[in-house]
């Protein structure tokens, strides 16, 4: 059965850093692209990165050079590095390996997480 958990939300202040952590499960790991989004209330679900199976990336332009995605496939298990976290960063950040269409929240596809806050006070 396919699974993603994610782990590593939390509430930090202007400038600080999280690791997000997204340990998969019921599929093949090492030949999957892999993806983070994030969504807040009212807001469209939003591709932040991805890393495909061969290590190339992909960052959306707000998170460049503060975002970093990376995987390890002894564990199954993608990244996603934030540093330098601004108040605008506050969502719910999704773990995908559907990278069809953005889908976050949902509860029909076992390709999603269920979500992690991110709170980045000021």
């Known amino acids: 059965e396919v699974q993603l958990v994610e782990s590593g939300g939390g509430s ?3 400038g600080r850093s999280l690791t997000l952590s997204c340990t998969a499960s019921g599929f093949t790991f090492d030949d999957s692209d892999m993806g983070w989004y994030r969504q807040a209330p ?3 679900c939003e591709l932040v990165s991805t890393i495909s199976s061969d ?3 992909y960052y959306t332009e707000s998170v460049k ?3 970093t ?3 390890d496939n002894a564990k199954n298990t993608v990244y996603l590095q934030m540093n330098s976290l ?3 960063d506050t969502d719910v950040y999704y773990c995908t390996a559907d990278l069809s269409r953005p889908r976050c929240g949902t509860s029909d596809s076992r ?3 269920q979500g992690t806050q991110v709170t980045v006070s000021s």
Do not use: D, L
């Open 65 to 67: 050079g503060r975002f």
């Open 86 to 88: 601004k108040p605008e």
């Open 42 to 44: 009212g807001n469209e």
């Open 111 to 113: 390709w999603w997480g």
């Open 55 to 57: 290590g190339s990336t």
């Open 69 to 71: 995605i990376s995987h």
């Open 12 to 14: 930090v202040q202007t």
